[in-house]
């Protein structure tokens, strides 16, 4: 079963002369359960596929179907409650709020959509991440990895149908970034969750199941 599917998916920027093809043609298939990452150089269209599939951004053709559903004919209020309910999100700069702790960061998904967590899972997710003793902690105190495990934690509390996952190291220094590249995995590994992770570092997508190589806005393998 496959969670994501785009089919001949194009995004172009511009007219004329000066239009940019960021995608030209995507048809892609993203398996239930797995870690498929995808690679490419800068420009190759790495983000503009992430936008597409996260519903942030519309596609010039072709179609995105997550979880069954195609989310191009969907309004903004019904994208913001989709990608809540179905789509965990790890942006690099970890995007956490200031004034909320790493406990309340964590649920902050769940209080948007007036839901009462599951403690037993909330604990076996932080305990996985090496959050447990920092529950109570605001993101400035927080080590980059620990603030990233957190956006990681987030992004899995909603049980999603998918975590996409934006260059997740890349404001990581290498060690670091492994460490958590390698929680990333682990955690989609226990709870059988679908991951797409985004990425420039070959290193990194070798942890994947799949690594799909983008350039000029198509798959090249």
């Known amino acids: 079963m496959n969670i994501?599917?785009?089919?001949?998916?194009?995004?172009?920027?511009g007219e004329g002369?000066?239009?940019?093809?960021?995608?030209?043609?995507?048809?892609l298939a993203v398996e239930k359960?797995?870690?498929?990452?995808?690679?490419?150089?800068?420009g190759a269209g790495k983000s503009t596929l992430f936008h597409l599939i996260a519903g942030l951004d519309e596609p010039t053709e072709g179609t995105v179907i997550v979880d069954g559903t195609?989310?191009?004919?969907?309004?903004e209020e019904q994208l913001t409650i989709f990608r809540r309910r179905k789509i965990g999100f790890v942006f690099q700069d970890c995007a956490?709020?200031?004034?909320?702790?790493?406990r309340e960061n964590i649920l902050f998904p769940m209080a948007l959509d007036h839901m009462r967590p599951d403690?037993?899972?909330?604990?076996e997710i932080t305990g996985l991440l090496g959050l447990s003793e920092k529950l109570d902690?605001?993101?400035?105190?927080?080590s980059g990895g620990a603030a990233q495990c957190t956006a990681i934690a987030r992004?899995?509390?909603?049980?999603?149908?998918?975590?996409?996952a934006d260059e997740p190291t890349g404001s990581l220094d290498a060690k670091t970034g492994q460490n958590v590249a390698g929680l990333l995995k682990m955690t989609a590994e226990t709870f059988h969750q679908t991951l797409l992770m985004i990425t420039h570092n070959l290193e990194l997508a070798q942890l994947a199941d799949r690594v799909v190589h983008l350039r000029d806005g198509r798959i090249i393998g």
Request: hydrophobic share 40%; proline share 6%.
């Open 96 to 102: 956490l709020v200031p004034e909320l702790t790493v």
């Open 70 to 75: 195609e989310i191009s004919g969907m309004t």
């Open 137 to 142: 902690s605001y993101p400035k105190t927080l």
């Open 33 to 42: 359960g797995k870690f498929t990452a995808v690679i490419g150089p800068s």
């Open 119 to 123: 403690w037993t899972y909330f604990s």
């Open 155 to 164: 992004a899995l509390i909603m049980r999603p149908s998918i975590v996409l």
């Open 17 to 27: 002369e000066r239009q940019i093809r960021a995608l030209d043609g995507i048809d």
């Open 4 to 13: 994501v599917t785009t089919h001949h998916l194009k995004k172009y920027f």
